[in-house]
């Protein structure tokens, strides 16, 4: 996986991110090549291939330009900063967006088959506990949203912002330790089994905080929180195999169950099609299918597909573990048969530059950045 992280990389000219873009495939192809396609087509059969592309941006850019720009680049997810789902506190912050611009790159990334994770940042100054909470609520119930990932950062004061001037002034407090572990175990509590939690709490070393949550294995506070309130958290983080092993033994094949999620998000409708041990709630490989509402598109999309487990090497098949055991291919399968009965007649795959040779073996052919396939509808 690559990703690109920070600086709102959308924002930068394009000449710039073709350029850097190629210089990271390069790097991952270890030679150099005259153009970014060319880097692309070269990594398909590289030794380092690239399986996903990461841009992170803010949702005011994130437009038509920059989606089918990113599209071209090899993205397969974009993240944004949302921090909270409320106008007043992102004016108060001179965030410089508002709730609508968060719900429309939302919709238009996932029309356009890109994996949408959101940064939000509780403890904001003009917030509290109740409107970080109702945010996170809105953020999962609201179909104008419900992300795919998540990334939670609580507010930390630093100095060199303007927001360590505010609280040197004691215009500003930051959520306390405990104020915020408990709203995040409500928050885990609630997060629907098809979002995965990427991470809680930034990297930063505690020398530089100067005020603010200074535990970073926060996560880990949260979970002894849930277990204490005799509670648990289902995201796909959690419930992933490996994260969650059974009590005895190793789950056989005939503990795997196959099961069907649909829900309403971004004007369109989502299914989350996985392989599960529901005897231990352990996720072992998933697939995201999403039929587009209004935007026009004729096709149906695959914006992920994960199968968890050990890495195993390309066209070598494991001794034990999930990788390499048919479980993408029949979550795909299962994907192209609901395409059909939908009367979606193709199937369009957001597949990393490296990957498209997994999906050419599965009957694929590339349509500019996707890999497509006929459902067989009329």
């Not at 992300?147 to 630093?158: F, G, H, Q």
């Not at 994907?335 to 193709?346: D, L, V």
Request: glycine share 8%; proline share 5%.
């Amino acid at each position: 996986d690559l990703i690109i992280m920070g600086g709102t990389f959308t924002s930068r000219p394009v000449d710039y991110q073709d350029w850097f873009v190629k210089r990271c495939f390069d790097g991952m192809n270890g030679s150099l090549s005259p153009d970014l396609e060319s880097a692309q087509v070269a990594n398909e059969t590289a030794k380092a291939r690239c399986v996903g592309l990461t841009v992170e941006t803010r949702p005011d850019w994130f437009k038509d330009r920059e989606v089918e720009h990113s599209l071209l680049l090899g993205a397969t997810k974009v993240e944004f900063g949302v921090q909270i789902l409320d106008d007043k506190v992102l004016d108060g912050v001179k965030r410089g967006h508002h709730v609508q611009e968060v719900a429309d790159a939302t919709m238009l990334s996932k029309d356009s088959g890109l994996k949408v994770a959101y940064h939000m940042m509780p403890g904001l100054p003009g917030s509290s506990k109740a409107m970080d909470l109702a945010s996170f609520q809105a953020m999962i119930e609201d179909e104008r949203f419900r992300p795919d990932m998540l990334k939670i950062y609580p507010t930390l004061v630093v100095k060199g912002t303007e927001l360590y001037d505010v609280w040197q002034r004691g215009e500003y407090e930051p959520m306390s330790l405990e104020d915020t572990v408990d709203l995040l175990a409500e928050v885990k509590s609630s997060i629907p089994p098809w979002i995965r939690i990427l991470r809680i709490q930034r990297d930063i070393p505690v020398k530089l905080i100067e005020a603010g949550v200074k535990k970073s294995h926060l996560r880990e506070l949260v979970m002894k929180e849930l277990k204490k309130r005799g509670s648990s958290c289902r995201c796909i983080r959690c419930r992933e195999v490996g994260h969650a092993p059974p009590a005895k033994g190793s789950p056989k094949d005939s503990d795997v169950e196959f099961k069907e999620t649909p829900y309403a998000a971004s004007g369109g409708r989502e299914v989350f099609l996985s392989y599960e041990v529901p005897s231990v709630d352990s996720l072992i490989g998933y697939a995201r299918l999403r039929f587009p509402g209004e935007s026009g598109r004729e096709s149906a999309l695959v914006r992920e597909l994960h199968v968890y487990g050990q890495m195993v090497p390309i066209s070598q098949r494991a001794e034990s573990g999930w990788q390499h055991r048919g479980f993408g291919e029949r979550l795909l399968a299962a994907c192209e048969e609901r395409a059909g009965m939908a009367g979606f007649p193709e199937l369009w795959v957001t597949s990393g530059v490296g990957a498209r040779n997994y999906y050419r073996r599965l009957g694929y052919e590339r349509k500019g950045p996707y890999m497509a396939k006929c459902t067989g509808a009329s």
